[in-house]
């Protein structure tokens, strides 16, 4: 009976953990060898005489338009849409009473001079467009347009909006200009201050 007892705790009891020793597959290791002997196949047969040079070395100076260049790589369309195109209408027809026409406009189509400082300077006051008066307020953008942005966005507008045709500008002249009225803090006011620049 004592023995019976024994037996019982015994059974009770989990045999003693022991360390396994469980051999890594086979398959494993035959891929580990594949892929061991496929490296060094691999390294003999490219050709690893490559010039380290290859490849795009290109820097963003190498980008850049050339001196000179008219108005650059810069979108005077682009420009115009983000800038005026909420006002003057991406057709450029403006709204009756309120923003005046680009598309057959006077200011836009003679003296490339004064769209230019239209551009550089805005207006308030009134202005005669197209036979029509206005009397809004017309931002200026001598600081949101260089030179190069400012001559694109006076090309776009002489040469290829609507049906407008006037002869395009480069940047040259519109740093001319910047240069003439750099002093000028204020709107230009209306066709009193434009009128005349158009003699
Ligand atoms: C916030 C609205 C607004 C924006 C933006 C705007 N304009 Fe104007 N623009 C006007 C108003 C208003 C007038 C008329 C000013 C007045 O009545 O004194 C005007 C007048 C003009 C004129 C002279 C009149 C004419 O129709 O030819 C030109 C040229 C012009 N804008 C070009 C532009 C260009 C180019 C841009 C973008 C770079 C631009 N405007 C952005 C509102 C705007």
């Known amino acids: 009976m004592t023995d019976n007892h024994k037996y019982d705790a015994q059974l009770r009891e989990n045999a003693d953990p022991h360390e396994k020793a469980e051999p890594v597959p086979w398959v494993v290791l035959l891929v580990i060898a594949g892929l061991f002997l496929w490296g060094i196949y691999y390294i003999f047969s490219s050709n690893l005489s490559y010039d380290s040079t290859v490849g795009d070395n290109r820097i963003a100076a190498d980008f850049k338009a050339p001196e000179g260049a008219e108005g650059g790589k810069i979108d005077g369309h682009q420009l115009f849409v983000a800038q005026c195109a909420a006002c003057h209408q991406a057709t450029g027809a403006g709204i009756p009473g309120v923003f005046p026409p680009l598309v057959g406009s006077e200011w836009v189509l003679r003296k490339p001079e004064v769209l230019v400082q239209i551009l550089l300077h805005g207006i308030t006051g009134e202005i005669t ?7 809004g307020a017309m931002p200026e953008f001598r600081e949101k347009f260089n030179d190069a942005e400012m001559a694109a966005v006076v090309n776009y507008l002489r040469t290829e909006l609507g049906d407008n045709s006037a002869d395009p500008v480069d940047e040259a002249f519109v740093k001319a200009e910047r240069e ?5 803090t204020d709107h230009w006011n209306g066709d009193a201050d434009l009128a005349p620049m158009e003699q």
């Open 129 to 135: 467009v197209k036979g029509n008066k206005y009397n």
């Open 180 to 184: 003439k009225t750099a002093d000028k």
